[in-house]
């Protein structure tokens, strides 16, 4: 295990932060990334990190690995930094407003200037050229701040990867995924090992995500290049939902830890013997332009009905919206049939609140698909 520190732009005076990543694995012709709590109020996959390098560092030690494997446990030490009366603010970066999971930038186009007159007939000297490329593009950007810095710090080393694993968590939710339709095949190996409901499928879900950021230089890469050159399968980018945001502890971190070891051994990361997929069903593919959002109409006390993790028909009253002053009481009714599978954690609405958002829907939404 090597680890690294690279530091941040600094903000300000007297501080400095800086990103921490393990390195496990000697072969880098396969890559994985995994990273944790981009969104610093999102615990779980900071435990989850935890269990895995230690248990990267055994396999390592036992010669098992077949990639090399990157894994930063605290991917956003701003967000952990802005505590606020006790409260931790870890969505939004506090000088900009900035979700600290939206604007990444579309690298795409850059890379291609800079890979496309070093491409050849050969398909590994191609992977090379383009993780070549990518250092390239970081070696000349210059951060105007401390979260661009941040930003091209993750992204530097996560857009080299096969397959890059962002962990996140919900409010109150059932495990879940996010990913493309072009990487679903192998990130759904990944999501039955965990025991996701769903999966959220979109091409582009708007606000330029992580996700979708690492993985659209390749995709940008094989549109221009590729009928001319043989390119190397594009990065498989998966958010993963790991429930909600209480749901910590030892036993389901060690649990998802090696769920993950499993997934990326049944995809060949790790050598062994291939693990069985867990007797439970596979996600639901879900279209996240399919998903349906329920918001409360005014302001009062969320009464739920129903349950993260049910199956909810078209017609069905999943929460109510009381206000004791005017003795309403609004029902919130799902229009199509699907899988209620995350709902917000406070219990107070204010008018136009996200309260809960269900998947299995017909595709029907347009404009940013994600939660704001």
């Not at 390098?53 to 930063?72: D, F, M």
């Not at 962002?166 to 990944?190: F, G, K, N, R």
Request: charge should be negative; charged fraction near 20%.
């Amino acid at each position: 295990m090597q680890q690294h520190n690279t530091p941040i732009l600094s903000t300000t005076f007297g501080t400095e932060r800086k990103i921490v990543s393990y390195e496990f694995g000697h072969d880098d012709q396969q890559q994985v990334y995994i990273q944790a709590a981009l969104h610093s109020d999102e615990l779980p996959g900071v435990a989850v990190a935890w269990y895995l390098k230690h248990a990267l560092s055994a396999l390592e030690s036992q010669g098992q690995l077949r990639a090399k494997i990157t894994l930063v446990p605290v991917a956003n030490p701003i967000g952990f930094s802005q505590q606020i009366q006790g409260q931790p603010l870890g969505r939004f970066d506090s000088l900009s407003g900035q979700d600290f999971n939206r604007q990444f930038p579309a690298i795409g186009e850059s890379l291609a200037e800079i890979a496309g007159p070093e491409l050849s007939q050969n398909i590994s000297d191609n992977k090379r050229v383009i993780r070549q490329a990518i250092d390239r593009y970081f070696d000349d950007y210059t951060p105007a701040t401390e979260l661009q810095s941040q930003r091209a710090i993750l992204m530097r080393m996560a857009c080299k990867a096969d397959l890059m694993i962002d962990i996140h968590c919900d409010w109150e939710a059932v495990a879940h995924l996010y990913t493309t339709p072009q990487a679903w095949p192998e990130v759904s190996v990944l999501g039955h090992h965990l025991g996701c409901r769903t999966a959220l499928i979109a091409d582009i879900s708007g606000g330029e995500p992580f996700d979708e950021a690492c993985a659209d230089p390749w995709y940008t890469l094989h549109r221009r290049f590729g009928e001319a050159y043989p390119l190397p399968e594009a990065l498989k980018p998966v958010t993963l939902e790991l429930r909600g945001a209480r749901d910590v502890s030892h036993d389901q971190a060690r649990e998802d830890a090696r769920a993950i070891i499993n997934g990326l051994t049944a995809l060949g990361y790790i050598s062994g013997e291939t693990p069985p997929l867990p007797e439970v069903p596979a996600p639901l593919k879900a279209d996240l332009a399919g998903c349906e959002y329920l918001t409360a109409p005014h302001a009062g006390v969320i009464l739920y009905t129903r349950e993260p993790g049910e199956w909810i028909h078209a017609g069905e009253i999943v929460a109510e919206i009381l206000d004791p002053i005017t003795d309403q009481l609004t029902p919130l009714i799902c229009r199509q049939d699907g899988l209620l599978y995350a709902r917000h954690w406070v219990r107070f609405a204010t008018a136009g609140l996200l309260v809960v958002r269900l998947a299995g829907g017909e595709a029907g939404r347009q404009g940013p698909l994600l939660v704001p």
